[in-house]
T-cell receptor, first 112, second 112 residues
Framework: DADVTQTPRNRITKTGKRIMLECSQT?????MYWYRQDPGLGLRLIYY???????NKGEISDGYSVSRQAQAKFSLSLESAIPNQTALYFC???????????FGQGTRLTVV | GDSVTQMEGPVTLSEEAFLTINCTYT??????LFWYVQYPGEGLQLLLK?????DKGSNKGFEATYRKETTSFHLEKGSVQVSDSAVYFC???????????FGTGTRLTVIP
């Protein structure tokens, strides 16, 4: 099994719909992150969490919300999806200190 | 703020050619520097890293040297293979910080 699992892998949704992307990890890491990837823009941070009671906005949090249900689970919600939220979304985890980040395989979201 | 500027692609090379992908950064203090690779349909994987000036990170024939004087972390490989075709991301994490800042990514295609 993958260390970081994202569901769904692909999703098409309509404008105005609410959608949740889920992420779970088996690394035992405290730090979890949500990024979106757009062509020519690289990865941009949406939200991050250092533990269940700690949630922080990233550089592009508008239009998104998150929930850290447990140490191993971190979900991203789009309350009312819009077409410019069409992107590839990645969840990542990291341990403390100078450790590397581990990424999920990504969720391709299309808002029509 | 912290940022990474990465050579724009795409880059197309013949097998066994020499590869350089340029990366420069802006940060206060002494950040940690990373190269991540994204193979088609997959999430990002750490390729190599360097945590202090003059350190050289290396993995799978790839190398990058942390140059404080030129604020650079260029990725090199002496002889690329078809299997190296992927998107490469330069990234930094500021000293004492928890978040990664990514470059825009460079798509490499190696042709036989």
């Amino acid at each position: 099994d993958a260390d970081v699992t994202q569901t769904p892998r692909n999703r098409i949704t309509k404008t105005g719909k609410r959608i949740m992307l889920e992420c779970s990890q088996t690394k035992g890491h405290d730090r979890m992150y949500w990024y979106r990837q757009d062509p020519g823009l690289g990865l941009r941070l949406i939200y991050y969490s250092f533990d269940v009671k700690d949630i922080n906005k990233g550089e592009i949090s508008d239009g998104y919300s998150v929930s850290r249900q447990a140490q191993a689970k971190f979900s991203l919600s789009l309350e009312s999806a819009i077409p410019n939220q069409t992107a590839l979304y990645f969840c990542a985890t990291r341990g403390g200190g100078d450790t590397e980040a581990f990424f999920g395989q990504g969720t391709r979201l299309t808002v029509v | 703020g912290d940022s990474v500027t990465q050579m724009e692609g795409p880059v197309t090379l013949s097998e066994e050619a020499f590869l350089t992908i340029n990366c420069t950064y802006t940060a206060t203090g002494y950040p940690s520097l990373f190269w991540y690779v994204q193979y088609p349909g997959e999430g990002l994987q750490l390729l190599l890293k360097a945590t202090k000036a003059d350190d050289k990170g290396s993995n799978k024939g790839f190398e990058a040297t942390y140059r404080k004087e030129t604020t650079s972390f260029h990725l090199e490989k002496g002889s690329v293979q078809v299997s190296d075709s992927a998107v490469y991301f330069c990234a930094l994490r500021g000293a004492g910080a928890n978040n990664l800042f990514f470059g825009t990514g460079t798509r490499l295609t190696v042709i036989p």
